[in-house]
């Protein structure tokens, strides 16, 4: 967790400034107080962890642009734990999985989604077409109007970024 800034730093009167107007922002956008509070937080954490300049010349642009990826990530997730849930209630009981196993499918789930979501958009698209749609390589060459070599290369990304989620 980052250290809370000085009282008279830029970052704090940035976030004095306009922490009120994200969080109602966000609020209209969720319908939701809460987790309007969590994601304006979040974008505040996003702001402090990533590189930012000195001095932002549009801040309430800056934080949108910040807060707008975090609720679509956000989205996505409420998105898939639905179909998640879904999915389980369809199951018969006898085959249902125990409350431990589905915390650690959903948060298996949310591992997977991020790591998708930390590749570029053409590999993360050319990795579901080719392990959710069973396209073969040369389909997906096709249909991205890439080189074979570049879907490999895609592929490559994909499969390292699921390793890596296997050996931590």
Same mark, same amino acid.
């Given at each position: 967790?980052?250290?809370?800034?000085?009282?008279?730093?830029?970052?704090?009167?940035?976030? !004095?400034?306009?922490?009120?107007?994200?969080?109602?922002?966000?609020? /209209? /956008?969720? =319908?939701? +107080?809460?987790?309007?509070?969590?994601? !304006?937080?979040?974008?505040?954490?996003?702001?402090?962890?990533?590189?930012?300049?000195?001095?932002?010349?549009?801040?309430? !642009? #800056?934080?949108?642009?910040?807060?707008?990826?975090?609720?679509?990530?956000?989205?996505?997730?409420?998105?898939?734990? %639905?179909?998640?849930?879904?999915?389980?209630?369809?199951?018969?009981? !006898?085959?249902?999985?125990?409350?431990?196993?589905?915390?650690?499918?959903?948060? +298996?789930?949310?591992?997977?989604?991020?790591?998708?979501?930390?590749?570029?958009?053409?590999?993360?698209?050319?990795?579901?077409?080719?392990?959710?749609?069973?396209? /073969? #390589?040369?389909?997906?060459?096709?249909?991205?109007?890439?080189?074979?070599?570049?879907? /490999? %290369?895609?592929?490559?990304?994909?499969? %390292? =970024?699921?390793?890596?989620?296997?050996?931590?």
């Amino acid at each position: 967790m980052p250290a809370e800034p000085a009282p008279h730093s830029p970052i704090h009167a940035l976030y !004095a400034d306009h922490h009120g107007w994200l969080q109602s922002w966000l609020r /209209k /956008k969720l =319908g939701n +107080t809460f987790d309007a509070a969590d994601l !304006a937080h979040d974008t505040f954490v996003r702001m402090l962890a990533g590189q930012h300049p000195p001095t932002i010349a549009q801040p309430r !642009a #800056y934080l949108t642009r910040i807060a707008q990826n975090l609720l679509a990530n956000w989205c996505q997730r409420q998105a898939l734990e %639905r179909a998640y849930l879904q999915a389980l209630a369809a199951m018969p009981e !006898a085959l249902s999985p125990s409350p431990e196993q589905r915390l650690l499918i959903l948060q +298996t789930l949310h591992e997977v989604d991020a790591m998708l979501d930390a590749l570029k958009p053409q590999a993360r698209r050319a990795f579901l077409l080719s392990q959710i749609d069973g396209l /073969k #390589y040369e389909d997906i060459a096709r249909e991205l109007g890439v080189s074979l070599v570049t879907v /490999k %290369r895609y592929m490559q990304q994909g499969f %390292r =970024g699921c390793l890596a989620l296997m050996t931590d």
